[in-house]
């Protein structure tokens, strides 16, 4: 679990409209995003464990894409010498589709990197239902216009059973099931980063992770309805790709009765 405070714009995040994709763009801050945040070091150390454990799961790159990831850890390292967040590079995107290039994907949220690496970015976002249809040309559009040095964030949010950093799918972590509850349950959120890199004119991509627990969510009202109606009109093929065919309604349950 993360040690230190990330303070997401939770009405930013639960608007009072029913779910839906959206990019949800702002202006980025690139110091505060890749700047060290954990003063123990502990996100870091954990980090670094994973690596020397089996980088292959974490690690990847092909051939083609060395110079641009080269760039990217120079540019990574004029904020910080303890890298914390993932990162991945893609290819500019300027003439093509892009394409991951490589990058390091330490705490994934259910997927794993070297089996994206070479592909085009439809087919990386092809297994979450509706995604490509509904945002995919806005995507790449935003994206083959994005200016070297500018900076731009966005929040992704899912649910687990656990406070753990790394759900790589390696680790066959428990799921949520039909005895969740919100004190059982955590909101993982990820704060997403994007820039376009100065010389190669590559996509930098990074990802920080951090962990809210629902029942302390849940005594903010305001938070407690958005997410009720989030989860409420959220479809079910989507809500059964974000394992919560089962945990739904238990969560919503109690949701409920917060705001009753």
Request: charged residues 25%.
């Amino acid at each position: 679990m993360l040690a230190f405070s990330m303070s997401p714009d939770w009405q930013r995040l639960f608007p009072a409209t029913d779910h839906r994709f959206q990019m949800g763009l702002r202006l980025g801050d690139a110091r505060s995003f890749w700047s060290t945040q954990d003063a123990t070091g502990k996100v870091y150390s954990e980090r670094q464990s994973w690596l020397d454990l089996d980088s292959a799961h974490y690690r990847a790159e092909i051939p083609d894409g060395a110079p641009a990831l080269a760039e990217a850890r120079t540019w990574i390292r004029q904020w910080t010498a303890t890298c914390e967040p993932d990162w991945i590079v893609l290819s500019d995107g300027l003439r093509d589709e892009p394409r991951v290039l490589g990058g390091e994907v330490v705490f994934p949220s259910s997927w794993s990197l070297p089996e994206k690496v070479g592909l085009p970015l439809s087919a990386v976002h092809g297994p979450v239902p509706g995604l490509e249809a509904s945002l995919g040309k806005a995507i790449q559009t935003f994206l083959s216009r994005i200016q070297p040095e500018a900076a731009w964030e966005r929040d992704n949010w899912g649910l687990s059973a656990d406070a753990e950093l790394n759900h790589h799918p390696s680790r066959n972590l428990p799921g949520l099931d039909a005895s969740a509850r919100l004190h059982t349950t955590w909101l993982r959120l990820e704060r997403q980063f994007l820039t376009r890199l100065p010389l190669s004119k590559a996509l930098l991509f990074g990802i920080r992770v951090s962990h809210h627990r629902l029942d302390e969510l849940a005594a903010d009202p305001e938070v407690a309805a958005g997410l009720t109606r989030a989860l409420e009109t959220m479809e079910k093929n989507i809500a059964h790709y974000k394992g919560l065919q089962h945990a739904r309604e238990p969560l919503l349950r109690e949701l409920r009765s917060h705001l009753d």
